[in-house]
């Protein structure tokens, strides 16, 4: 299938690294600022024009500054989001957040759930060189860690997990954890897909990858700046974004 990226950028951020929607008129982006000792930052769409023609607005973020940037993000309803980060795996349950994470000195850079009882979030020691990484599953009352290596995740639903790291692609069926090898090239910080048979993965240097059921394919992106974020609609349109403020998008072409 023939298609195209466009590029666009968030100059306010230095690295956008997490996208989530819920429906066409309520998403929220998180990343990363130049602001010392202030980088956190999550923004909402609620597909009104704000601020000059920009639909996105700033979400407050504990009341307080975030020394570490926003990794991961999770958004079950507009009253229950998660975030990750260094040493933060925090909940908003419409009035307050609560950091709730289940292990000290890991930064927590991926999150998906199917619903607000069926959450996954990975965790690295670094988010450089990992050398330990985690994974940790939420039943809605309490967190606990499975027995797999972390990675970047992404689920079509609480049946159909995938965690996708440098060296294998992970598939949790519901019940039990099975591989499968990953390209040798493979760099991956975010994967997202509409089931086994489409799978993308974006990574340094502007890599786009994906997984058609049976092989990896590489795709040219348009840039060489480092992707952290990944989100689609559908397998015609989907969104990368990275470092210095990057987006590009995926449509098929017409």
Not at 50 to 63: A, I, M, P, R, T
Not at 216 to 227: F, K, N, P, V
Request: net charge neutral.
């Amino acid at each position: 299938m023939l298609c195209r990226f466009l590029a666009d950028s968030q100059a306010s951020y230095n690295a956008i690294t997490s996208f989530w929607a819920i429906d066409p008129q309520h998403a929220w982006m998180a990343g990363y600022t130049n602001v010392i000792n202030d980088r956190g930052r999550l923004l909402q769409y609620d597909g009104t024009r704000q601020d000059g023609g920009s639909k996105w607005k700033s979400v407050e973020l504990f009341h307080a500054p975030v020394p570490w940037g926003v990794d991961s993000l999770y958004v079950a309803a507009a009253d229950d989001i998660w975030i990750g980060g260094l040493d933060m795996l925090t909940h908003w349950n419409g009035t307050t957040w609560t950091n709730v994470a289940p292990i000290k000195d890991m930064y927590f850079i991926d999150l998906w759930g199917s619903s607000k009882s069926d959450i996954w979030a990975t965790a690295d020691d670094s988010p450089y060189t990992a050398k330990v990484r985690k994974v940790f599953h939420y039943d809605g009352a309490r967190w606990t860690q499975a027995s797999v290596e972390g990675g970047r995740i992404w689920g079509t639903s609480a049946s159909a997990v995938w965690i996708v790291n440098a060296n294998v692609l992970q598939r949790w069926d519901g019940k039990a954890w099975t591989s499968s090898p990953m390209p040798a090239q493979a760099n991956v910080r975010k994967t997202w897909g509409t089931g086994p048979n489409d799978i993308w993965t974006v990574g340094d240097g502007g890599q786009i990858l994906h997984y058609d059921g049976a092989k990896w394919t590489q795709h040219e992106s348009g840039t060489t700046h480092d992707l952290k974020s990944l989100w689609g609609t559908g397998t015609g349109d989907v969104f990368a974004g990275g470092t210095h403020g990057t987006i590009v998008r995926r449509r098929a072409a017409n």
